[in-house]
């Protein structure tokens, strides 16, 4: 596996392997990699030819100098990782690579509607800063296929409808969440938990299950089982930020004739904030 650190070439490493006919997948990624990003690149090198991951930690999308600052660079292991796997080719480009007139001044891309709500309340201007790096990286890259986790289900979205909005030629495929034995959604952020609290974590999947049984089981109110789902949590030492049943296509909040339905949930654990979902079909 190849790293390259400029446009220049990562295009140039790209056009030769379609020179050869290869189809290209491509993982967008911010590195401290973990077996939900390994995923990815199996199914990238699945359904592709040639596999591109990128590592950049987009300060655009940040909104927390301080999350920022402490968010893990672990670019050996991150190497290694991709190399044991069939990673072809890795794009690691500075901040001054990827916004050379400096963040300020960079077109910016906005996703209406899907970004708004879940993390768009807590995180302000973090879907803007996404949409507007991967849309950045699907430029350079052009991929035939692009991966990202389901876990960030909002981010996945975002994403799917701006290529969508934008007339992009390539699928963007969702990859099932990859969990600890406890149910804890694999994540970066759980770095940040002491052991304990990464035990202790595993509730968020037990409350995003109690919810879903009770709603194949017809109850409609919404509202009252986040509720309880909340103070499960809190219960358990959480600070919840959301929990919240949503249309699974639109994102917007569920209605009772809604049958294809996620149910949202980010809390605080410690120094972590924690994001998961769950789909619920009631087809
Ligand atoms: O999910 C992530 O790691 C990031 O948000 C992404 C998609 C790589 C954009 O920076």
Redesign the pocket.
């Known amino acids: 596996m190849k790293t390259v650190e400029t446009i220049a070439q990562l295009q140039a490493e790209i056009r030769a392997a379609r020179a050869q006919g290869k189809r290209i997948g491509f993982v ?3 590195g401290n990699l973990h077996e939900g990003h390994m995923i990815l690149v199996d199914q990238a090198s699945e359904e592709c030819d040639f596999v591109v991951a990128s590592i ?1 930690i ?1 300060p655009l ?1 940040f909104n927390d100098i301080d999350d920022l600052g402490r968010y893990p660079r672990t670019l050996a292991a991150d190497q290694e990782h991709l190399r044991d796997r069939d990673c072809d080719l890795l794009f690691f480009p500075s901040v001054d690579e990827m916004y050379p007139d400096g963040q300020d001044a960079q077109t910016t891309v906005s996703v209406p509607v899907v970004s708004e709500g879940l993390c768009g309340n807590s995180r302000p201007g973090h879907f803007d800063g ?1 949409a507007t ?2 849309s950045k990286l699907f430029h350079m890259v052009q991929p035939d296929a692009a991966f ?1 986790g389901e876990k ?1 289900f909002q ?1 996945l979205t975002v994403i799917q409808k701006m290529v969508r909005d934008l007339n992009l030629p390539f699928d963007v495929v969702g990859v099932p969440t990859c969990r600890e034995e406890n149910g804890l959604a694999m994540s970066s952020r759980n770095n940040y938990l002491t052991s304990e609290e990464r035990e202790n974590a595993g509730h968020i999947y037990q409350v995003l299950n109690d919810i879903a049984e009770q709603i194949r089981d017809g109850k409609k109110d919404f509202t009252e089982l986040c509720l309880l789902g909340k103070q499960t949590l809190e219960t358990h030492g959480f600070q919840p930020d959301y929990i919240e049943v949503r249309s699974a296509k639109e994102l917007k909040p569920a209605t009772e004739k809604d049958s294809e339905l996620v149910i949202l949930i980010a809390a605080i654990l410690g120094k972590a904030r924690l994001i998961d979902n769950l789909r619920v079909n009631l087809n």
């Open positions: 967008p990624t911010m950049f987009n999308q996404v790096v991967v990202f960030d981010q």
